[in-house]
């Protein structure tokens, strides 16, 4: 029976870069996972195949709609097989990336379907069939989440999609309704409104992006409403019937009203992610889930002794880069170190065009809390290369503490905000106050001095033109 040091549960973004650390710190290490690659939903079916197809289109409509604006003419043509097949190598290489680390750390990689036989013990169902028992004096859930299904509305991946299946459509469908104003849902819905779709989204709530800022969400909606996007807010869909012609599904007002119908040619349902946590085995060691199926933790730790979880299977925002920076900490502290993860400085990004990007606490959070706090704001169409990238939409936003102006929380909607999040998110780290950013030079011209202006205009003294 083999024994190691910390048995992982999970390939992805948290588990492995859990055993890529644990190996670093000289543990003897495993990762279970039962996906043919490592790299989980994240690599595989998520986050890095839907950047590559939101890099692809947008290059595709930019040809299309704005270089002959700017002296340049092209026929742009779609070629979706070799759009797929780009995406496909890319995820392909970034597989084999994780492989040569898990070899150059002394990490194993047990491949199969791994679940709690026990104290100390995990089982491995190998595709065969064949089962191994393995002992760790550490183990680590790791198993990140799954999409959330919605009664009366069966995917078959097929005319009814999950994220999946809306990565691998083989023809652009006429008609797409959405059903979901979240990120996923906004992300892979803009993919295929740019390649000719016309995108219905379909949303319970009375607005887009729930949790994000809403002065933020607002002027998204409206930018994606303007690129063509049509939305139905405050609606539910009740039912869905399928036939050669496409998609009906049946929807209502969640305000009241009698029934109404969208006709589609393909659905995909994005209500958001529940936690992957059945048939772990988490009952032989005594782990309850919460009703949802998340698992209590304090740092990592669970209720049982020696067990740990980390990633979508705990508590907070169901993202990749939380569950790296939890990966981290966890194996850290399992190792006798002192981990430690920042929930207050976890960012969010939507990289659809606008790009979306915030960290730390929105106006709303704010208000419901009764800290008094400080705007400064900001416009891209000031910015100098914004403007003559033509690129000028969108904003900033820095909200600082009234009294200490330390940076509460910053909301961008603009061009390649995600990338200019990180700024803020280590000037937060270091705690710094809104005036730390505004002193500090920025190159000019670049997009990034909109981030410097924005923490000027705290205190009022906004200049750039």
């Not at 543990?27 to 890099?55: D, F, M, Q, W, Y």
């Not at 139905?232 to 049946?250: E, M, N």
Request: proline fraction near 4%.
């Amino acid at each position: 029976m083999a024994q190691y040091d910390v048995i992982i549960i999970g390939g992805g973004p948290g588990g492995y870069n859990a055993a890529i650390r644990a190996g670093q710190l000289g543990l003897k290490v495993a990762c279970v996972e039962k996906r043919g690659t490592l790299g989980g939903t994240c690599l595989n079916v998520g986050c890095i195949p839907s950047k590559a197809l939101l890099h692809a289109s947008e290059m595709y409509e930019i040809a299309r709609k704005d270089f002959a604006g700017i002296g340049i003419d092209v026929d742009a043509k779609l070629n979706l097989p070799q759009m797929l097949k780009q995406k496909e190598d890319s995820v392909g290489a970034l597989t084999k990336g994780i492989e040569f680390l898990f070899k150059k750390n002394k990490a194993d990689w047990i491949k199969g379907a791994g679940r709690i036989a026990g104290p100390g013990k995990v089982a491995v169902v190998a595709e065969d069939g064949s089962e191994q028992i393995l002992e760790a004096k550490n183990i680590v859930i790791a198993t990140g989440s799954e999409p959330t299904p919605l009664p009366g509305v069966t995917i078959d991946q097929k005319q009814i999609v999950d994220s999946t299946g809306a990565l691998a459509l083989s023809a652009v469908p006429k008609r797409l309704a959405v059903i979901g104003a979240g990120i996923i849902g906004l992300e892979l819905g803009s993919v295929w409104r740019r390649l000719g779709a016309e995108v219905t989204v379909i949303e319970f709530l009375d607005r887009t992006i729930p949790g994000a800022d809403a002065e933020v969400a607002t002027a998204f909606q409206r930018s994606l409403t303007k690129q063509g996007v049509v939305f139905q807010l405050g609606t539910k869909v009740t039912g869905a019937k399928t036939a050669k012609s496409g998609v009906t599904l049946t929807v209502e007002a969640v305000a009241g009203g009698g029934a109404q119908t969208v006709e589609a040619d393909v659905v995909l349902v994005a209500i958001g992610r529940r936690p992957y946590t059945e048939g772990l085995g988490l009952e032989t060691v005594g782990i309850v889930p919460d009703k949802r199926g998340f698992i209590d933790t304090d740092h990592w730790a669970t209720s049982a002794p020696g067990v740990w979880a980390i990633g979508d299977v705990t508590h907070g925002p169901m993202l990749a880069h939380k569950a790296e920076d939890e990966a981290v900490a966890c194996i850290e502290r399992l190792a006798g170190k002192a981990g430690h993860v920042n929930y207050d400085v976890i960012p969010g990004v939507i990289y659809t065009w606008p790009e979306v990007a915030w960290v730390g606490k929105t106006e709303e959070e704010l208000k419901t809390a009764g800290v008094a706090y400080k705007v400064g704001k900001f416009p891209f169409s000031a910015n100098s290369r914004a403007k003559v990238n033509h690129e000028a939409e969108g904003f900033v936003k820095v909200l600082a503490d009234a009294t200490t102006d330390r940076i509460l929380g910053v909301h961008m909607i603009g061009p390649q905000v995600g990338e200019m999040i990180g700024e803020y998110c280590v000037a937060m780290e270091f705690s710094a106050a809104s005036e730390d950013v505004a002193r500090t030079c920025h190159p000019h011209p670049t997009r990034s001095e909109a981030l410097r202006q924005a923490a000027m205009g705290v205190e009022g003294w906004t200049m750039q033109a």
